[in-house]
T-cell receptor
């Protein structure tokens, strides 16, 4: 079945530093989504990307879909303690089910 | 507009008992998905349902697990004869039936502990 790999698994940053997580697939993707899960919480939808080379911004978050539609990234500028959590990429499958990446746990030290 | 609702939020069962997890989708959403998250792991798709129909159950274990989404009432994920390995967070998600829209809205989850 389709697999989506994310790196890194864990990232520890000082507040104010930048953070990036990467999502990679061996096959071409029709779409990719990003979710955030706070510790003890549930996944919250952040964004959906569908076009090759697409870049979308939400305040300090920048999402990018690769030209070949096989990878994606999420970049956070000047992290804050509220950014703590696990960031998952997810791919929409043929029947709308989501295939989640392995996730990147972000820890932010004040 | 209420979000996806799940109950109970926490459920403790002894080995061999049955667990019933309920999910009410967001208003106007007709698609329901169930995912399982084992401790310190990612989310794994289990089943996708529309009203009275199972669309995709490719992620459901072959035995002991079943799901339904009746015409009236919430979606139910049922686990019979629970074992310790069933301990996990079970999340329900819903989505509208708009073509090309894949985002899903998750409920708070049910944390199942099997003792």
């Amino acid at each position: 079945g389709q697999q989506v790999m994310q790196i890194p698994q864990y990232q520890h940053v000082q507040e104010g530093e930048d953070f990036t997580t990467y999502c990679n697939s061996s096959t071409t993707l029709s779409n990719i989504q990003w979710y955030k899960q706070r510790p003890g919480g549930h996944p919250v939808f952040l964004i959906q990307l569908v076009k090759s080379g697409e870049v979308k911004k939400q305040k300090r978050l920048t999402f990018q879909f690769g030209e070949a539609k096989k990878n994606s990234s999420l970049h956070i500028t000047a992290t804050q303690t509220t950014d703590v959590g696990t960031y998952f990429c997810a791919v929409g499958g043929a029947t709308n089910k989501l295939i989640f990446g392995t996730g990147t746990l972000l820890a932010v030290q004040p | 507009n209420a979000g996806v609702m799940q109950n109970p939020r926490h459920l403790v069962r002894r080995r061999g008992q049955e667990a019933r997890l309920r999910c009410s989708p967001m208003k106007g959403h007709s698609h329901v998905y169930w995912y399982r998250q084992l401790p310190e792991e990612g989310l794994k798709f289990m089943v996708y349902l529309q009203k009275e129909n199972i669309i995709d159950e490719s992620g459901m274990p072959k035995e002991r697990f079943s799901a339904e989404f009746p015409k009236e009432g919430p979606s139910i994920l049922r686990i019979q004869q629970v074992v310790r390995g069933d301990s996990a967070a079970y999340f329900c998600a819903s989505s509208p039936s708009r073509e090309g829209t894949y985002e899903q809205y998750f409920g708070p989850g049910t944390r199942l502990t099997v003792t």
